[in-house]
C-alpha cells in the first residue's frame, strides 16, 4: 500500500512538472510561422539602381517604400525584417534612397550597389551578346512543313436521303 502511495505521488510529480515546463519542453512540435515584414529585396533589383534616377524610376525598380520622410518626401526607406518561425533568427535589412532634386543622390543600407551605380543611366549601355549586334535572335526554322496542332474540319456535314 505504501509502495502504491508513493508511486502514485511520483507519477502525479512528474505530470505536473511536465505540464508546467511543456511549452519549452514540446515547443519543436508546435508550428510556428515565418514572419516576413516589409519590402523583400532582391539584390538584381538594387543593382539596377544609378544616380540620377528619378523617383518615379526607383520607385518601378524597387517597388514602393515602406516609409516616406514626413518632413521631406525626399529619403525613402526600404526595410525588410523576416523572424523564423522555426528558429526564431532574425534577418533585418535596410535601404536608404536620399534624392536631390527629384533625383536619386545617395544609397546607403545592408545591400551592395552596382558598380555602375555612379554611371547615369543616359551613359550606361545595355549588355551585348556573343553573336553580331546587326543579326536578330531569332530560333532556327523548322525543318518539317506540318503544322504542331491538326485542325478540325467543321464544315456541315451533308444530309443523309432515305
Not at 511520483?10 to 514572419?35: E, R
Not at 545591400?111 to 551613359?123: D, H, I, M, V
Amino acid at each position: 500500500m505504501l509502495i502504491k502511495k508513493q508511486s502514485l505521488t511520483l507519477l502525479g510529480a512528474v505530470a505536473l512538472s511536465l505540464s508546467l515546463s511543456a511549452c519549452s519542453a514540446f515547443d519543436w512540435l508546435v508550428y510556428k510561422p515565418d514572419v516576413p515584414q516589409g519590402n523583400y529585396m532582391e539584390t538584381q533589383q538594387v543593382e539596377k539602381l544609378r544616380i540620377d534616377m528619378t523617383k518615379e524610376q526607383a520607385e518601378y525598380v524597387l517597388g514602393r517604400p515602406v516609409l516616406r520622410d514626413s518632413f521631406s518626401d525626399d529619403t525613402w526607406y526600404y526595410v525588410y525584417h523576416f523572424k523564423s518561425g522555426r528558429d526564431a533568427s532574425i534577418i533585418h535589412k535596410e535601404l536608404i534612397l536620399r534624392f536631390v532634386d527629384g533625383k536619386l543622390a545617395k544609397v546607403d543600407g545592408d545591400y551592395e550597389l552596382s558598380p555602375e551605380f555612379n554611371t547615369p543611366l543616359e551613359k550606361s549601355s545595355l549588355p551585348t551578346t556573343s553573336q553580331d549586334v546587326g543579326e536578330p535572335l531569332v530560333p532556327a526554322a523548322r525543318g518539317d512543313e506540318k503544322p504542331l496542332v491538326q485542325e478540325k474540319n467543321n464544315a456541315p456535314k451533308p444530309m443523309k436521303k432515305f
